[in-house]
């Protein structure tokens, strides 16, 4: 019971800081926060994604690229280009890292307004990192997995690679399964009723219509999970939020 307790909180505070942190701030700044808190969450972020780290400066970049081109052979992930999203978040690997480590100057257009912690972003890309935080879930198995349920084991993958198995699973479906609720000139697709997998992440086809709504969910039925708790932070001070833009 410990170890799917370890897995799902897993799944969901990387999830969390994911859509509220990469998503929602670092690419779209749909709310402000201070200093602290910006800091916070950067370590946060780091923490909860752990041997996944994904760098807020990438992730932006390449959230907006995703967005310019969406479903077009210059978007970064559609899956209308590849025949399987192991292919298609390879090559998204590849340009994350030419971005990440400047390799390529993005347009002027999508780079800035981002967080940025120099030190923190280039330890957490580092084997040292990854690797140390991959033998703490190993060992963390090996001290609750029972003997006889050693196919628990098959769930470390998903820690090692959780940031990016939830940006496949997202770019994925989003942009092939599901209903539309707008024409966006693209394919774009919602892909649950009650985002509770994603955290909202799969109202792609909402989120390309209103990219700055906070609440990812449109229609009164659409329940975006992690809007109330951007709420509750907006109440507690913590961020502010802006006003949508179309």
């Not at 799902?8 to 749909?30: G, I």
């Not at 390879?90 to 981002?114: A, C």
Request: hydrophobic residues 45%; positive net charge.
């Amino acid at each position: 019971m410990i170890i799917l307790i370890f897995f799902v909180v897993h799944w969901y505070l990387s999830l969390f800081v994911q859509t509220f942190y990469l998503h929602r701030y670092a690419a779209h700044k749909m709310f402000t926060m201070n200093p602290f808190w910006e800091k916070f969450f950067f370590f946060f972020t780091y923490v909860c994604q752990g041997s996944s780290f994904l760098s807020p400066r990438a992730y932006a970049i390449l959230h907006r690229m995703h967005h310019a081109f969406s479903d077009t052979a210059k978007d970064p992930h559609s899956p209308h280009y590849y025949t399987n999203a192991f292919s298609m978040m390879w090559q998204t690997k590849n340009i994350y890292n030419d971005v990440l480590r400047h390799r390529v100057k993005p347009e002027e257009r999508f780079d800035g307004n981002y967080p940025e912690w120099n030190a923190l972003e280039s330890f957490g890309d580092t084997y040292w990192s990854r690797v140390s935080w991959g033998l703490f879930y190993i060992a963390f198995y090996v001290m609750f997995v029972p003997a006889d349920m050693w196919y628990l084991y098959l769930l470390l993958p998903f820690h090692f690679l959780m940031g990016p198995i939830h940006g496949a699973i997202v770019n994925w479906s989003g942009h092939k399964y599901g209903y539309q609720n707008f024409d966006n000139n693209d394919k774009s697709k919602n892909s649950l009723f009650f985002d509770f997998l994603t955290g909202g992440e799969l109202f792609q086809n909402n989120h390309h219509k209103l990219p700055n709504r906070v609440n990812f969910g449109v229609r009164w039925w659409e329940v975006d999970p992690t809007y109330p708790v951007i709420w509750t932070l907006d109440k507690l001070g913590i961020i502010k939020m802006k006003k949508a833009r179309a």
